[in-house]
């Protein structure tokens, strides 16, 4: 087992690092202060939190979205979740690849029928596609568009 997370992530080779809980603390915080409880994983209600290769929890988009509902952030001790409803509870945002269907010629609106913020909007582009677009400001980075992407042409980025 692995004990030293600045190893772990140093050896990580520039890949994105995991999507914390909403309302984590720097990554670098973050680590430093979650002792690896997993009660924040065990009472999201949407399921989506678990364990990375550490065992600090990570978001799963692929369960669901989150609801930002608080609980993780309510049941964390060591407080690497502190909640604070003035602050957004992360900056992700969708992102969407070129592998879209729409940029296909594939006619697909899933991701913005998923999207309760109506942050994804479908506008007429030149040569007839209608791709995706997202709306910064609106998009909250639930992740609802994420697991719905039958071509996974989405992610979450900062």
């Known amino acids: ?71 993780c952030a309510q049941h964390c001790t060591p407080q690497a979740l502190v909640m604070d409803t003035a602050a957004p509870p992360w900056l992700h945002k969708a992102v969407f690849a070129k592998t879209c269907l729409n940029g296909q010629g594939i006619p697909c609106r899933t991701c913005g029928e998923q999207c309760d913020s109506n942050a994804i909007i479908f506008p007429p582009s030149p040569g007839g596609r209608i791709l995706p677009q997202l709306v910064t400001a609106d998009c909250t980075g639930c992740g609802a568009c994420y697991a719905v992407c039958p071509v996974q042409a989405i992610d979450l980025l900062t």
């Open 1 to 71: 087992m692995i004990t030293n997370p600045d190893r772990r992530l140093f050896l990580r080779g520039g890949r994105p690092l995991a999507i914390r809980p909403p309302w984590s603390l720097s990554e670098d915080d973050f680590v430093k202060r979650c002792n690896r409880c997993r009660d924040c994983c065990s009472h999201c209600p949407q399921g989506i939190l678990a364990p990375d290769l550490l065992g600090f929890p990570r978001v799963n988009f692929s369960k669901g979205p989150c609801t930002f509902c608080g609980a």
